[in-house]
């Protein structure tokens, strides 16, 4: 297992006698340890250079309170700072606008993305009162239309009905159609992904956000995503343009150093968790729980 932080850094201020102001070396002897933390929770090196670098500029010079130990100390300043990166602004999926509301999810093959669609409109038609459509556009993966109908029929949500060889654009288009003609709130669509970035994936997901202007764009990342999280989430950001971002599989045993790459890359919010298999492993996504998680 992992040491924690509160460990490593006891054992740094352990060598150091004095108290008072947090000096330049203090700082720089307790950043090392703060920096093997964040790479072993998997953020990616970019993003741990820059947190490090400003969490130096803030912690240098601060009075250690008597009560706590410049450890300590370091750890609640290295705490918030992280907090406050992960999601001042986090909210929630908005859905202001005239329905058929439409969201697009995008990721990566294997992500979770139609799991997760499932799992939001099982959310929205709960919690929200929402009639939801859910679709599927991965013409490109076997069985993937079949695999979102059978969970919609778990979930007890529609999904737009299957057409064979109907290329992404028109499927999306049908679906709009749809949504508007049957009176839902909410349409999802669910897009194709690729094991890795393509330029051919980019230009199908942008194609159908052109025509559909997504309300909510969500990326999907799986939690266990590590060095690759910046290029994951910089593509999708830069070619189709995100609103928010879900991560999936934080049950397992990933820290979540994605959360912090994802939403440093991309500067959008991360606004939901998925949290198993079962269509309500969903949660509402709280800054502090990830950054102790991150922290060790
Ligand atoms: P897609 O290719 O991106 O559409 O991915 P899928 O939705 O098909 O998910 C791939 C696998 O990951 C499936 O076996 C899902 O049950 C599983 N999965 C999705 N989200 C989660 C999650 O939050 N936790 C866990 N443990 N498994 C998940």
Redesign the pocket.
Known sequence: MFDSLTTRLGDVFDRLRKRGALSEADVTAALREVRVALLEADVALPVVKDFVNAVKDKAIGQDVVRSVSPGQMVIKIVHDHLVEVLGSDAVELSFASVPPVPVLMV?????????????IALRLKNRDKKKVLLASL?VH?PA?QE?LAILGRQAGIDTLPIVAGEKPIAIAERAMKMGRLEGYDVVML?TA?RLHIDEALMMEVAAVRDLVKPHETLL?AD?MTGQDAVTVGKAFNERIGLTGIVL?????DARGGAALSMRAVTGKPIKL?????KLD??ETFHPDRIAGRILG
């Open positions: 990721g990566l093959q294997g992500s979770g993305k139609t799991t997760t669609s499932a799992k991965d993966r993937a695999q669910d992904g999907v939690a999936t599989r934080v049950d397992g968790l998925g949290m198993g298999e492993a969903l």
